[in-house]
């Protein structure tokens, strides 16, 4: 009877043995999915150099208003269904699908470029430049809207390869948070109000006032220049500038021409009509400032 014990007891010991050795394979079907102890960002210090997300290019500077600037150096995630996305404002969207699979997709969905302008409001975050989908590169659309705290809140696929995001934040609440013109320096202000007078004016085209305003938003890093990679024309440019200077100079000479044929029409006592053309002031200094290649100007400025 106690021989019979003691080998029943050493049986339980032997199977116990066997499944704790066991026990990782019988329970591997339920084992969770461990994040990683940073990020999933581009720069997680955790993976090895050569694992880590490899950007095409490098952001664009942070600009835009000053209260949305605090927002860069942050990262917030958002879970879809087997994706985890990660948006960093002012550096990059990331995208990473949590499954067992061996070649789990992780990869750029956007590196952050520029605003996009509408209605002198900034209506969204453009982030391009992406991993290559096909034979063109993922871009990300983010749109800011007012919210409690800051968060994604949504994330879809419109159309392939391009990602809709919207990002919440009590950042934009204020009605006027978004508004281009405040955010601008006294300088770009001015050229801006200048742009507007002569528009009014109707001193250049619908078409020429916002190429004048898209510099403006480029020179103000709103916008991304298409000049950067292009040498300057300066030939074009002297070529306006001759013309501009050729102009005002003949307005002067036809001035002057008015004067003298009135005081010989005087000397002489023949009636004339003093409400005749009068000398015309030169093109207002504002064009000559504003002018850059073809703008869509109004030739006649007589």
């Given at each position: 009877m106690c021989y019979t014990s003691t080998r029943v007891l050493s049986v339980r010991w032997i199977c116990m043995f066997y499944l704790t050795l066991l026990s990782p394979y019988v329970f591997a079907g339920k084992m969770k999915i461990v994040e990683e102890p940073n990020?999933?960002?581009l720069n997680n210090p955790f993976l090895a150099q050569g694992s880590r997300l490899q950007p095409r290019v490098t952001p664009g500077p942070?600009?835009?208003?000053?209260?949305l600037q605090s927002l860069a150096g942050k990262c917030f995630s958002y879970i879809e269904s087997t994706y985890k996305y990660e948006f960093c404002p002012f550096h990059n969207i990331t995208q990473h699908e949590q499954s067992f699979r061996w070649n789990a997709y992780s990869g750029i969905l956007g590196i952050w470029q520029e605003w996009e302008i509408v209605?002198?409001?900034f209506s969204a975050?453009?982030?391009r430049e992406g991993d290559a989908c096909g034979n063109k590169n993922r871009q990300t659309k983010v749109l800011l809207t007012c919210g409690g705290s800051n968060k994604l809140a949504q994330v879809?696929?419109?159309?392939t390869c391009l990602y809709s995001l919207?990002?919440?934040?009590?950042l934009v609440c204020h009605p006027h948070s978004l508004l281009v013109y405040p955010t601008l320096n006294e300088n770009l202000q001015k050229e801006w109000d200048d742009v507007e007078q002569a528009y009014y004016d109707a001193l250049i085209t619908e078409q020429g006032?916002?190429?004048l305003l898209r510099e403006i938003f480029e020179d103000a890093r709103y916008l991304k220049s298409h000049k950067i990679n292009e040498k300057p024309n300066t030939t074009a440019a002297s070529t306006t500038q001759v013309s501009l200077q050729k102009c005002n100079e003949e307005i002067l000479k036809q001035g002057e021409e008015i004067q003298r044929l009135r005081a010989l029409l005087n000397q002489n006592n023949i009636p004339h009509d003093s409400k005749l053309a009068t000398s015309k002031s030169p093109v207002s200094a504002i064009l000559q400032s504003?002018?850059?290649g073809d703008n869509g100007l109004i030739a006649d400025v007589l």
């Amino acid at each position: 009877m106690c021989y019979t014990s003691t080998r029943v007891l050493s049986v339980r010991w032997i199977c116990m043995f066997y499944l704790t050795l066991l026990s990782p394979y019988v329970f591997a079907g339920k084992m969770k999915i461990v994040e990683e102890p940073n990020t999933f960002g581009l720069n997680n210090p955790f993976l090895a150099q050569g694992s880590r997300l490899q950007p095409r290019v490098t952001p664009g500077p942070v600009a835009g208003p000053a209260h949305l600037q605090s927002l860069a150096g942050k990262c917030f995630s958002y879970i879809e269904s087997t994706y985890k996305y990660e948006f960093c404002p002012f550096h990059n969207i990331t995208q990473h699908e949590q499954s067992f699979r061996w070649n789990a997709y992780s990869g750029i969905l956007g590196i952050w470029q520029e605003w996009e302008i509408v209605n002198n409001t900034f209506s969204a975050m453009w982030m391009r430049e992406g991993d290559a989908c096909g034979n063109k590169n993922r871009q990300t659309k983010v749109l800011l809207t007012c919210g409690g705290s800051n968060k994604l809140a949504q994330v879809s696929e419109p159309t392939t390869c391009l990602y809709s995001l919207t990002f919440e934040t009590p950042l934009v609440c204020h009605p006027h948070s978004l508004l281009v013109y405040p955010t601008l320096n006294e300088n770009l202000q001015k050229e801006w109000d200048d742009v507007e007078q002569a528009y009014y004016d109707a001193l250049i085209t619908e078409q020429g006032y916002n190429n004048l305003l898209r510099e403006i938003f480029e020179d103000a890093r709103y916008l991304k220049s298409h000049k950067i990679n292009e040498k300057p024309n300066t030939t074009a440019a002297s070529t306006t500038q001759v013309s501009l200077q050729k102009c005002n100079e003949e307005i002067l000479k036809q001035g002057e021409e008015i004067q003298r044929l009135r005081a010989l029409l005087n000397q002489n006592n023949i009636p004339h009509d003093s409400k005749l053309a009068t000398s015309k002031s030169p093109v207002s200094a504002i064009l000559q400032s504003q002018l850059r290649g073809d703008n869509g100007l109004i030739a006649d400025v007589l």
